[in-house]
């Protein structure tokens, strides 16, 4: 199943951070922070403008996307994957 975003949405996937600390302590499940880094697997057509165009989205598919911890979009399940779906604006930046 695909999951195609409508105007200015993009779906995203988190990119989980590793369960061991550099000092090679393993992190339990349950104290884990959700990662507020993902990939952009999908993006919307643009964001429509009061003179009726679309101005396209600045995120491309395969993106590596910063997110803040409070605003993380919408949680959905596809299939057996967890996504995020969230407005391009609710991204920080994009990870080079």
């Known amino acids: 199943m695909e999951l195609r ?5 993009v779906v995203v996937k988190r990119i989980e ?3 061991k600390t550099a000092g090679g302590i393993i992190i339990p ?3 884990k922070e959700k ?4 990939k952009v697997i999908a993006v919307g057509k643009g964001h429509r403008l009061a003179n009726g165009e679309v101005k396209a ?3 491309r598919v395969g ?5 803040g911890k409070w ?9 057996t994957e967890t996504l995020l779906i969230m407005k391009e604006d609710e991204i ?3 990870l080079h």
């Not at 975003?5 to 949405?9: Q, S």
């Not at 990662?35 to 993902?38: C, K």
């Open 57 to 59: 989205l600045e995120l």
């Open 71 to 79: 605003n993380q979009g919408s949680e959905v399940k596809v299939g």
């Open 17 to 19: 951070e590793e369960t």
């Open 5 to 9: 975003p409508l105007n200015d949405r």
């Open 35 to 38: 990662p507020s880094q993902g």
């Open 92 to 94: 920080l930046g994009v």
């Open 29 to 31: 499940d349950n104290h």
């Open 63 to 67: 993106d590596t996307v910063l997110f």
